[in-house]
């Protein structure tokens, strides 16, 4: 399947980008399908690839250490995946499982940073979508902590 540059437009990475900038960026994006119950990938495993939903759901779930996963968020089309893996080459944090049949484009870090040199806007622009990516991340943890704890600490008798 040949990735045109309205495949990107919808997503996160597209947000920034102008149509003719979103089919110079297609042009090294690859595309994947994922059967229902199948890994995109899994926790602990390396990956220099970025990931971008663009069709379908996938479960991220993360080990918790007795035995089993929780899954922790619902990745939607649109949404990226494995962006410190391919920031920095780091594991994976977490598994993900595609729920329902699923496709993502793919861009390999390689083939991204090739284009610094013709394409330097592209690459910023990537970036800050990626960087807004991560933070949402962030924000969506930070207030589930604060509803866990609010359920804790009302379940303790502090209110």
């Known amino acids: 399947?040949?990735?045109?540059?309205?495949?990107?437009?919808?997503?996160i990475l597209g947000r920034e980008l102008s149509p003719e900038q979103c089919q110079i960026l297609a042009g090294i994006c690859g595309t994947k399908s994922i059967a229902n119950g199948q890994l995109l990938f899994a926790q602990g495993t390396r990956s220099d690839a970025l990931f971008v939903v663009t069709e379908g759901r996938f479960a991220v779930s993360r080990d918790t250490g007795r035995g089993f996963s929780d899954t922790v968020h619902l990745l939607a089309p649109?949404?990226?995946?494995?962006?410190?893996?391919?920031?920095?080459?780091?594991?994976?944090?977490?598994?993900?499982?595609?729920?329902?049949?699923?496709?993502?484009?793919?861009?390999?870090?390689?083939?991204?940073?090739?284009?610094?040199?013709?394409?330097?806007?592209?690459?910023?622009?990537?970036?800050?979508?990626?960087?807004?990516?991560?933070?949402?991340?962030?924000?969506?943890?930070?207030?589930?902590?604060?509803?866990?704890?609010?359920?804790?600490?009302?379940?303790?008798?502090?209110?």
């Open 1 to 11: 399947m040949t990735i045109q540059g309205h495949d990107l437009q919808n997503t």
């Open 78 to 159: 649109g949404e990226l995946a494995g962006e410190s893996g391919f920031l920095d080459g780091s594991p994976h944090s977490a598994t993900l499982r595609a729920v329902g049949d699923a496709t993502v484009l793919t861009i390999e870090r390689a083939q991204f940073e090739a284009m610094l040199i013709d394409h330097p806007i592209i690459v910023y622009k990537v970036m800050r979508a990626i960087v807004y990516s991560i933070r949402e991340i962030t924000r969506r943890m930070s207030q589930q902590h604060q509803q866990m704890l609010q359920y804790i600490n009302q379940g303790c008798g502090r209110y």
